[in-house]
């Protein structure tokens, strides 16, 4: 298990912070890439052979075994693993390969391990009762008498499905939730299960998802609701279950879901949540009425939302008693309203929002959906700035139950020419941000799993829909399972925004060609099969102004886009089909192009005449060319992405020197004296981040908004004469197969360079220290905090002081993770004179050095520092929480004979393939004892243990409940 939290540790690590990058290691990634493959076959046999055997085998009694589940976890991290390793081999930075190519390999390993656990002989199950996650809900207010209802029938055996109705907004979910927590703690039912249904129903969805629930599986590439029914029969059909359907709007059967129907001898049960009684009447629901809250209660509610400090001004006490009277008990209303009143003290202006909301009501009907309709838009008509009321809006071309990202949402929005133009990308980003925050605060959008992802209640997004219905209107059909494009006669010619995204749209008939003169975004990314839209599509929407292409698989873009003349974004993200783009000079007002991983191999014509771009990503694979000077006409710049798989497309730092409002610049630069003109001419210093190229990186690069500072130098002659001049400001520094390149010292920054945190250095044949204090300070070094070293045949010492007097104390003094592979004639890791710097080090690890002895020892021979046998030295690493050393098959000590090393802080210790060595000299605070927070740690081969020696005699018992003998 926890040899699986390291490798996911190293997944994370290269994965996720996209400036961490690393070498590659072609050859070798390659052919191990294909083991992998194999390797990953056999262990997905085994799995569906436990798999099959567990199905049969697990009943309500019965549950899988811890180690069988622990196992399978393994199995499917492994897979999810190797899965992104194999995945990235195309779509990842060259660097990141580098690190994935090594774990490619240690993972075959790990494979193996995996495997060899797979037997279980003793069985795969015991008895025990399961466990699933609480919902995070908020507090209910009120509605505890419903909730005693629904318990009692749940506990109860008069009825076996209950349907809890209500308006949309009364709390049906909200109660649901509780209920479902509650359930988690007792033992009534073997699995708990929470399905959110939507509409339109989509069987397939729904049955992945209940599945999903009971931390089941069905196969993904069956799209046969019958058989997956069949299937998911027979996983509900062991057990008692409780399914929780929420939000379910049409009729269904049991039977075609595949949900085992709930009698009093199975003793299961169901619920369901609708808005529809009738939903409820037709599977024989008990039914429950979710009731308004009650008086007291929704004052409650309310002075929760609006901030109960309102109560200190007596003269509003009348006057809030009255509004709360207006929210008809409705929670969602009653959240809305108080929200969008919060703040306000002033007496008048509660008596006309009063006012306002009497007004709006007086003609409401009681039970019809304009209940809800009318107190919410009330809220919506106080956001006032129709600015903010546009961006709420927009949101509604997202489909049902939609989760996305804060950062795409705010890009959408200045997509959609949402956000006033502002003097740079970073301030629209951030008013775009500020307005989310402002929705979120008045509880029109809402976060959903995490803190940076976002949702609109199902009932908020029909308010928004409703009020798109009148005037200027919206047609939404997102991911409705549409097949085709709606008819013509439904693009209405006072539509104003279209979403039709992530369907299973395949075909546009030839010739159609949609009248809406007033249409001006037009969603369709998604529709992964499109593959042809007819050349006039577009000929009548000459208002269109943001096109979503993106994801859609066509090879050509019409011609009628050509005369799309207010069109402003035009995206086309991962089109990969894509070849043939038509000139684009007449689209003068484009502001953003987006061709992200789009397929074309030449630049569209009359991308130069394009003077309002703004946002310009041509990071496209195939790409051979850019023909020089498409930049100059392009002075409002402010990303600028280019990039492709041969080294042919290159930029010159000159061109982009004249793009004044450039933030992001990712490209390849022409030679090192146009690198080195460019840094020099400070023009990096209006960026806010970039990726400067130099040379051969044969792969692609990261790519990412969250993008810092990096400079990336592959395969190119630098070094001696050839310095490279770095951007004070560049935080990341990647050296790969620089055949040349001698040391860090060889590289020239100015004094203010202290941003440099990650460094990578890699395949550079000789190099043969990292730092060479003889000839260079190199104090740009000083704030590093990430050094990986890879692959590094003649490199000898970390740090060349030799001869120096005195060696400088902050050398690494910030370096936290040092992690060095298969450096082949490294014999000493530190000197005890640079370990004295590398107080803030929390992560050592060493892998295949074949000629490690030692990892901390003496400048020059060990015999000259022990004459005096009778002292101890003591190093001490007060952050070290990692250890690990592979495959040293030379190493002999980790310190000095006598000397011991204090790190009370580190948890995690590997000693694997190191068959020389003895001594263990790691001990905490208190001597000798080992460090007090070791909790993990593993030795191979497991006879290792036995040599090992402690300084602390008692250790080896007290080390014995975090020993691990992992066979890989
Ligand atoms: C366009 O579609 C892409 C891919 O689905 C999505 O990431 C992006 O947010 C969309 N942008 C707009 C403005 O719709
Ligand atoms: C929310 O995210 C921000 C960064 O996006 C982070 O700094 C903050 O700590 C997060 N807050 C919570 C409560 O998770
Ligand atoms: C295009 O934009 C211009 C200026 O904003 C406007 O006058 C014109 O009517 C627009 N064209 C169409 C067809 O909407
Ligand atoms: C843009 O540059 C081209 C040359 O590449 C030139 O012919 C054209 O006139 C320029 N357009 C504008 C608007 O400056």
């Known amino acids: 298990m926890a040899e699986i939290a390291t490798l996911i540790l190293e997944i994370i690590k290269c994965v996720a912070p996209p400036t961490q990058n690393c070498v590659d290691n072609h050859r070798n990634f390659k052919e191990n890439a294909e083991d992998l493959r194999n390797k990953l076959r056999i262990l997905d046999g085994r799995k569906e052979d436990v798999e099959t055997r567990l199905q049969d085998e697990v009943c309500s009694e019965k549950q899988a075994k811890n180690e069988v589940v622990v196992w399978l976890q393994d199995v499917e991290k492994i897979n999810v693993e190797i899965q992104d390793v194999l995945k990235r081999v195309h779509s990842a930075s060259y660097f990141s390969r580098a690190r994935l190519g090594k774990l490619a390999r240690e993972k075959i390993n790990a494979v193996d391990a995996i495997l060899q656990r797979g037997s279980f002989p003793e069985g795969l199950v015991v008895n025990k009762p399961a466990t699933t996650l609480p919902l995070p809900v908020e507090n209910l207010e009120g509605e505890d008498s419903v909730k005693e209802k629904i318990w009692g029938y749940l506990t109860g055996n008069q009825f076996q499905m209950v349907g809890v109705c209500g308006i949309g907004g009364v709390g049906k979910t909200t109660i649901m939730k509780h209920i479902h927590n509650e359930l988690l703690k007792g033992s009534r039912f073997d699995k708990v299960i929470w399905a959110t249904v939507s509409y339109p129903l989509n069987v397939v969805r729904l049955q992945h998802e209940i599945a999903k629930a009971m931390n089941e599986k069905l196969p993904e590439d069956d799209h046969d609701e019958q058989r997956q029914a069949s299937r998911l029969m027979h996983l509900m059909g062991k057990g008692k279950y409780v399914l929780i359907l929420d939000d379910v709007w049409e009729r269904f059967t049991l039977e075609c879901v595949g949900i085992p129907p709930p009698t009093l001898q199975n003793e299961c049960k169901l619920v369901i949540t609708s808005r529809e009684v009738d939903v409820c009447n037709f599977l024989g629901c008990k039914v429950v009425k979710v009731q308004p809250l009650s008086k007291q209660e929704s004052l409650n509610l309310f002075l929760d939302k609006v901030g109960r400090e309102i109560l200190q001004i007596p003269e509003l006490e009348a006057i809030l008693n009255l509004m709360v009277d207006e929210c008809a008990g409705l929670p969602l209303a009653i959240v809305v309203i108080a929200r969008s009143m919060k703040g306000v003290t002033d007496v008048q202006q509660w008596r006309h929002a009063l006012n306002e909301l009497r007004e709006r009501l007086r003609d409401i009907a009681k039970g019809s959906g304009d209940e809800i309709f009318e ?83 199902d009932v908020v997004r029909d308010m928004a829909l409703r009020i798109k219905s009148i005037g200027p209107q919206f047609m939404v059909k997102a991911r409705m399972g549409l097949t085709e494009i709606p008819d013509e006669h439904e693009w209405a010619e006072n539509l104003e925004k279209v979403s039709l995204m992530q369907n299973e749209i395949s075909d546009i008939p030839p010739n159609t060609c949609p009248n809406c003169p007033i249409l001006t975004t037009l969603m369709l990314q998604g529709n992964s099969k499109l593959t042809k839209i007819p050349d006039c599509f577009f000929k009548n929407m000459q208002g269109l102004k943001c096109l979503n292409l993106s994801g859609i698989s066509i090879e050509s873009l019409p011609h009628s886009i050509c005369n799309l003349e207010n069109l402003t974004t035009l995206l086309l993200r991962g089109c990969r089909q894509l070849k043939h783009v038509p000139c684009l000079a007449k689209l003068k007002a484009l502001k953003k192009l987006d061709m992200f991983e789009a397929g074309i191999d030449v630049v569209p014509e009359g991308i130069d005449m394009l003077v309002n771009l703004q946002y310009l990503d041509l990071w496209c694979p195939e790409l051979v060319e850019l023909s020089t000077q498409i930049l100059g006409n392009l002075s409002h710049l402010q990303h600028l992405t280019v990039y492709c798989r041969s080294t042919t497309l290159k930029i010159k730092g000159e061109e982009v020197r004249g793009l004044k409002k450039l933030e992001t610049f990712q490209a390849q630069l022409y030679d090192l004296q146009d690198l080195n003109n460019y840094v020099k001419s400070n023009h990096f210093k209006r960026l806010s981040n970039y990726q400067l190229v130099l040379g051969q990186v044969e792969g692609n690069f990261d790519l990412s908004i969250h993008l810092s500072k990096v400079i990336s130098l592959g395969e190119c002659e630098i070094g001696g004469e050839d310095s490279v001049v770095l951007p004070d400001d560049v935080e990341d520094l990647w050296i790969h197969r620089c055949r040349k390149f001698r040391s860090l010292s060889d590289i020239y920054s100015p004094q203010k360079t ?169 001990v905490g605070n208190v001597r000798p004892s080992p460090p007090a927070a070791l909790e993990e740690i593993q030795i191979k081969p497991k006879e290792l243990w036995e040599s090992l020696e402690w300084d602390d005699p008692n250790a080896k018992n007290v080390l014995q409940p975090s020993l691990h003998f992992p066979t890989y």
């Open 754 to 922: 202290t941003e440099l945190r990650n460094c990578s250095v890699t395949e550079c044949e000789e190099i043969e220290c990292v730092v060479d204090m003889v000839t260079s300070s190199s104090s740009f070094i000083n704030n590093l905090e990430w050094l990986w070293l890879d692959n590094l045949p003649n490199l000898s010492v970390v740090v060349n002081v030799e001869g120096v007097e005195a060696t400088s104390p902050h050398i690494f003094s910030n370096l936290k993770f040092f992690e060095m592979w298969e450096c082949s004639t490294m014999k000493r890791l530190f000197s005890f004179e640079l370990l004295q710097g590398l107080q803030n080090l929390e992560q050592i690890r060493v892998w295949n050095c074949q000629q490690m002895e030692e990892i901390i020892g003496w400048e020059g021979e060990e015999e000259n520092h022990t004459a005096d046998a009778t002292t101890t030295t003591t190093f001490t690493l007060p952050k070290l929480t990692e250890l690990t050393l592979h495959n040293l098959p030379e190493l002999k000590r980790i310190c000095p004979t006598r000397g011991v090393i204090v790190c009370d802080s580190l948890g995690w210790l590997a000693i694997k393939e190191c068959p020389k060595l003895r001594r263990i000299p790691l």
């Open 375 to 457: 107190r919410l838009k009330f809220s919506y008509d106080r956001l006032q700035d129709s600015n903010i009321q546009n961006c709420f809006l927009s949101y509604s071309l997202y489909p049902e139950d939609y989760t996305t990202t804060k950062k795409d949402l705010v890009e959408q929005w200045i997509d959609e020419g949402l956000i006033e133009e502002l003097r740079s990308r970073q301030a629209m980003l951030d008013k775009g941000q500020t307005i989310l925050n402002g929705l979120k605060n008045s509880c029109l959008l809402e976060e959903a799993y995490s803190n940076d992802s976002i949702k609109m209640h």
